[in-house]
C-alpha cells in the first residue's frame, strides 16, 4: 500500500514532534514542510532526520498530490483560514490548538470540515497520554461509579523561554489563559464525566504578571447536563513547576492525580492507592504522546473513521472555554452551547 504523504505547515516547537511520529508511523511519509522560515524548516528536518521539500506557503503545500494529510502547526489567529484551505484541496488535518479564537472562527472551521467531510484530529494529545486511559478505563468499568464532581486544572508557567511566548501573550493571536492553555483542562474534564457543559461562571485575576494582555489566571464553575458539577482552572504566572490536576469523585471511587480509592471495587482499603503509569506532568512537548495521537489519526484515515477529538467535538470544548472569559468579563454566568 502507498504511504499517505504528509505537509507540516509551521516550523516552531511542536512541529517536530509532529515529524517524528509521522516518520515512526510505517504508513506515513512528510514530503513537505512549509513555513516562512526556510532556517527553521531546515533546522526541523536536521533535527528529525527527515528529507524533504521546502516551501514557503500552505497553499503551495496543499496543492501537491502527493500529500494528504496536512498538519497545522502555526498560531491560532491564522487557523480558520488554513483549514479552509486544506479542506478545499480535499486533505486531511491535524489541527494544533486553540483551533481558534472566537466564534466566528469556530463556525468557519466546522462548517468547513462539515462540506468537505475531510478527516481532523483536534491536538488534544494528553488523550493518549497512560494516565489519561488509565482513568478512562477506570470509568468505563465502573470503578468510580457516577461522577458527580469534577476538576481539573492547568498551570504552567509561561514566560519568554517559550516561542511562541510574543503571538501567545496577546489577545489578538493568543486569546486568553483557558484557550491557549486550560483547554486541555476543559478538554479532559468533558472526557471524563462524558456530558456536555451547559453553563459556565468564571472568574479571572492578574497575581503579579503584568506582561499578558489579558488575566493570566482563570478559573470556572461549570454543570453539566447529566447534573455533575466541575471547576476548571488555568494559570500561566504561578512560579512552580507544571502541575496538571485530574479530581474526579464518583458514587464508588475517587480519583485524585495519581491516587485512587475505591472500596467498591478494592474492599478492604484503608487509604488511597498509587497508579503507576506516566502522569501528564511535563508541559514539554516531548513529553506528549504524540506518537498515539498520529498514529490514530492515521488509522482513522485508512480505516474510513473520525477520531477521538475531531474538529466537531472541539468545539464544543473551544464554545466553554470562550464561554468561561464572556462569563469571566461580564461578571454573570453564560449558558451554553454558544453556536446554533
Same mark, same amino acid.
Given at each position: 500500500?502507498?504511504?499517505?504523504?504528509?505537509?507540516?505547515?509551521?516550523? #516552531?516547537?511542536?512541529?517536530?514532534?509532529?515529524?517524528?511520529?509521522?516518520?515512526? &508511523?510505517?504508513?506515513? /511519509?512528510?514530503?513537505?514542510?512549509?513555513?516562512?522560515?526556510?532556517?527553521?524548516?531546515?533546522?526541523?528536518?536536521? /533535527?528529525?532526520?527527515?528529507? $524533504?521539500?521546502?516551501?514557503?506557503?500552505?497553499?503551495?503545500?496543499?496543492?501537491?498530490?502527493?500529500?494528504?494529510?496536512?498538519?497545522?502547526?502555526?498560531?491560532?489567529?491564522?487557523?480558520?483560514?488554513?483549514?479552509?484551505? $486544506?479542506?478545499?484541496?480535499?486533505?486531511?488535518?491535524?489541527?494544533?490548538?486553540?483551533?481558534?479564537?472566537?466564534?466566528?472562527?469556530?463556525?468557519?472551521?466546522?462548517?468547513?470540515?462539515?462540506?468537505?467531510?475531510?478527516?481532523?484530529?483536534?491536538?488534544?494529545?494528553?488523550?493518549? &497520554?497512560?494516565?489519561?486511559?488509565?482513568?478512562?478505563?477506570?470509568?468505563?468499568?465502573?470503578?468510580? #461509579?457516577?461522577?458527580?464532581?469534577?476538576?481539573?486544572?492547568?498551570?504552567? /508557567?509561561?514566560?519568554? *523561554?517559550?516561542?511562541?511566548?510574543? *503571538?501567545?501573550?496577546?489577545?489578538?493571536?493568543?486569546?486568553?489563559?483557558?484557550?491557549?492553555?486550560?483547554?486541555?483542562?476543559?478538554?479532559?474534564?468533558?472526557?471524563?464525566?462524558?456530558? /456536555?457543559?451547559?453553563?459556565?461562571?468564571?472568574?479571572?485575576?492578574?497575581?503579579?504578571?503584568?506582561?499578558?494582555?489579558?488575566?493570566?489566571?482563570?478559573?470556572?464553575?461549570?454543570?453539566?447536563? &447529566?447534573?455533575?458539577?466541575?471547576?476548571?482552572?488555568?494559570?500561566?504566572?504561578?512560579?512552580?513547576?507544571?502541575?496538571? &490536576?485530574?479530581?474526579?469523585?464518583?458514587?464508588?471511587?475517587?480519583?485524585?492525580?495519581?491516587?485512587?480509592?475505591?472500596?467498591?471495587?478494592?474492599?478492604?482499603?484503608?487509604?488511597?492507592?498509587?497508579?503507576?503509569?506516566?502522569?501528564?506532568?511535563?508541559?514539554?512537548?516531548?513529553?506528549?504522546?504524540?506518537?498515539?495521537?498520529?498514529?490514530?489519526?492515521?488509522?482513522?484515515?485508512?480505516?474510513?473513521?473520525?477520531?477521538?477529538?475531531?474538529?466537531?467535538?472541539?468545539?464544543?470544548?473551544?464554545?466553554?472555554?470562550?464561554?468561561?472569559?464572556?462569563?469571566?468579563?461580564?461578571?454573570?454566568?453564560?449558558?451554553?452551547?454558544?453556536?446554533?
Amino acid at each position: 500500500m502507498p504511504k499517505l504523504g504528509v505537509a507540516v505547515h509551521g516550523a #516552531g516547537w511542536v512541529s517536530g514532534e509532529h515529524i517524528k511520529a509521522y516518520a515512526n &508511523n510505517p504508513h506515513t /511519509e512528510v514530503r513537505v514542510i512549509s513555513s516562512r522560515s526556510e532556517c527553521k524548516a531546515r533546522a526541523r528536518m536536521e /533535527e528529525t532526520g527527515v528529507r $524533504c521539500d521546502y516551501v514557503s506557503d500552505l497553499a503551495q503545500a496543499v496543492n501537491r498530490d502527493d500529500v494528504d494529510i496536512v498538519s497545522l502547526c502555526t498560531p491560532p489567529h491564522v487557523r480558520p483560514e488554513e483549514v479552509l484551505t $486544506c479542506a478545499r484541496a480535499q486533505k486531511h488535518i491535524l489541527l494544533e490548538k486553540p483551533i481558534a479564537l472566537d466564534l466566528a472562527g469556530l463556525k468557519t472551521i466546522r462548517n468547513a470540515v462539515r462540506r468537505t467531510k475531510v478527516k481532523t484530529l483536534v491536538s488534544f494529545v494528553l488523550h493518549w &497520554n497512560p494516565y489519561f486511559r488509565t482513568v478512562k478505563a477506570l470509568i468505563a468499568d465502573g470503578t468510580l #461509579g457516577r461522577i458527580f464532581e469534577a476538576e481539573a486544572d492547568y498551570f504552567h /508557567e509561561l514566560g519568554p *523561554w517559550w516561542s511562541g511566548y510574543e *503571538w501567545g501573550r496577546r489577545k489578538k493571536t493568543g486569546g486568553s489563559t483557558m484557550l491557549l492553555g486550560g483547554c486541555h483542562a476543559v478538554d479532559a474534564i468533558r472526557w471524563f464525566v462524558a456530558s /456536555e457543559v451547559v453553563e459556565v461562571f468564571a472568574y479571572q485575576t492578574c497575581g503579579h504578571r503584568k506582561d499578558f494582555e489579558y488575566a493570566p489566571s482563570q478559573v470556572a464553575v461549570l454543570r453539566f447536563k &447529566n447534573g455533575c458539577i466541575g471547576k476548571v482552572g488555568a494559570s500561566f504566572e504561578i512560579d512552580m513547576p507544571y502541575v496538571f &490536576n485530574v479530581f474526579l469523585h464518583g458514587t464508588h471511587g475517587v480519583v485524585r492525580n495519581e491516587k485512587l480509592y475505591s472500596k467498591t471495587r478494592f474492599p478492604g482499603l484503608k487509604g488511597f492507592m498509587t497508579i503507576p503509569t506516566i502522569m501528564p506532568d511535563s508541559g514539554e512537548v516531548s513529553h506528549h504522546p504524540f506518537q498515539g495521537e498520529i498514529d490514530h489519526l492515521v488509522e482513522c484515515v485508512l480505516n474510513d473513521r473520525e477520531t477521538e477529538t475531531c474538529v466537531e467535538d472541539a468545539v464544543k470544548t473551544h464554545e466553554v472555554c470562550l464561554a468561561i472569559d464572556l462569563s469571566a468579563e461580564r461578571s454573570r454566568p453564560v449558558r451554553l452551547p454558544l453556536l446554533k
